[in-house]
């Protein structure tokens, strides 16, 4: 496994709708193995395949992450993950984004979801998914319709965040 180079804010890889996975292989197993192996490198919970600079339907996701980015014992490789449910209800939570490093914000989300996904061999399943697991999943499965969190903030809230990572990028 490898941890690959992470994509960050402004680039255009991560405003670009995603394609799908029509066919799983060796080589998409690798790469979600080595996805999870870059998540974890950097402390994150979840990584969608545009932050690895791939156009592709993939995300990982590790709720259950240490504090140094030790595994969990349930991390969850996902292909062509797509939310066919989703609750009235909604809750807020203070999101980060390792292509938006540095920030976070409130966002807005579904209190609860069910996604339709495959694993990494192709087999179709269904997650039940609510709180801290329905909020990563959101916000990963945004990434591949290319909106980011700041996506779903006000214009006021998101001008200023990308203007703290321009005055980042600077220094
Ligand atoms: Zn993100």
């Given amino acids: 496994m490898s941890v690959l180079k992470l994509y960050t804010y402004p680039d ?9 996975v029509k066919k799983i292989t060796a080589e998409t197993r690798k790469l979600l193995d080595d996805m999870l192996e870059t998540m974890y490198a950097d402390k994150g919970v979840g990584l969608a395949a545009p932050q690895i600079g791939l156009s592709l339907k993939m995300i990982v996701v590790d ?10 014992p349930h991390p969850m490789k996902m292909v062509n993950p797509e939310i066919i449910e989703k ?6 939570f203070n999101e980060g984004c390792l292509s938006l490093p540095g920030q976070c914000a409130e966002v ?5 979801i069910k996604v339709k996904y495959q694993d990494e061999n192709g087999k ?25 969190y700041i996506d779903h903030l006000s214009r006021l ?7 703290k990572l321009q005055k980042q990028a600077q220094e």
């Avoid at 255009?12 to 799908?20: A, D, F, R, Y």
């Avoid at 807005?108 to 609860?112: I, N, V, Y």
């Avoid at 179709?124 to 980011?148: F, K, M, R, T």
Wanted: charged share 30%; proline share 2%.
């Fill in 87 to 92: 609750s009235s209800e909604t809750i807020f």
């Fill in 157 to 163: 809230k998101r001008n200023m965040i990308i203007k």
């Fill in 108 to 112: 807005e989300r579904h209190a609860a």
């Fill in 63 to 72: 709720d259950k992450v240490g504090e140094n980015g030790e595994a969990g």
């Fill in 12 to 20: 255009k890889i991560l405003s670009t709708p995603c394609e799908e």
């Fill in 124 to 148: 179709e399943h269904i997650l039940e998914a609510s709180d801290y697991l329905a909020v990563i999943l959101q916000h990963e499965i945004d990434h591949l319709s290319g909106i980011l």
